[in-house]
Antibody, heavy 118, light 110 residues
Framework: EVQLVQSGAEVKKPGESLKISCKVS????????IGWVRQMPGKGLEWMGI????????RYSPSFQGQVTISADRSITTAYLQWNSLKASDTAMYYC???????????WGQGTLVTVSS | QTVVTQEPSFSVSPGGTVTLTCGLS?????????FSWYQQTPGQAPRTLIY???TRSSGVPDRFSGSIFGKKAALTITGAQTEDEADYYC??????????FGGGTKLTVL
């Protein structure tokens, strides 16, 4: 069974760093892209970027380039989304999703809620 | 950057038919683009409904269908159920490893 299990909710202060994770199982980690999607409170879904764990190719949405870092660790089949200096506007739910058939996202993590507040 | 446009909201009666659309700021949709549709209910992660414009994902009821409708991609729900009340998102793969999400349509079934 394909599963994407994300790390738990985080509460951080502005300026702090953070790395959230997406642990996958049930398929070969290295042959599917994994994407990250943001959902701000009460708002829609936004595509942030995507990584191919097989060779660590990464693509970022222009809106998020330079704001976050996407990475993956093949040894533990886990993808990551990282911030060096959080802002209050980073408060959101973040989802990881596998890019499967025909470029669609076919499996989703349960989401990680990140709250940034002083 | 291309903007993907969706109706902000729509309403349908139980048992009725509704078509939600997905357009591009660049003009008509192209058959070379890949459209997918996702359903999100409150507090839940998105669920994949349609990929490749018109292919239902595994386990999705056949009342959901995807198509090209005029100059836009479309998601049609035929015989809407109360459990179909949700937010629906269109996503376009633009090529070059870039995806764009539409703003979503809030569907009310009443």
């Amino acid at each position: 069974e394909v599963q994407l299990v994300q790390s738990g909710a985080e509460v951080k202060k502005p300026g702090e760093s953070l790395k959230i994770s997406c642990k996958v199982s049930g398929y070969t980690f290295t042959i599917y892209w994994i994407g990250w999607v943001r959902q701000m409170p009460g708002k829609g879904l936004e595509w942030m970027g995507i990584i191919y764990p097989g060779d660590s190719q990464i693509r970022y949405s222009p809106s998020f380039q330079g704001q976050v870092t996407i990475s993956a660790d093949r040894s533990i089949t886990t993808a990551y989304l990282q911030w060096n200096s959080l802002k209050a506007s980073d408060t959101a739910m973040y989802y990881c999703a596998r890019q499967g058939v025909a470029t669609a996202f076919d499996y989703w993590g349960q989401g990680t809620l990140v709250t940034v507040s002083s | 950057q291309t903007v993907v446009t969706q109706e902000p909201s729509f309403s349908v009666s139980p048992g009725g038919t509704v078509t939600l659309t997905c357009g591009l700021s660049s003009g008509s949709v192209s058959s070379s683009l890949y459209f997918s549709w996702y359903q999100q209910t409150p507090g839940q992660a998105p669920r994949t409904l349609i990929y490749s414009t018109n292919t239902r994902s595994s386990g999705v009821p056949d009342r959901f269908s995807g198509s090209i409708f005029g100059k836009k991609a479309a998601l049609t729900i035929t015989g809407a159920q109360t459990e179909d009340e949700a937010d629906y998102y269109c996503v376009v793969y633009m090529g070059g490893g870039i995806w764009v999400f539409g703003g979503g349509t809030k569907l009310t079934v009443l």
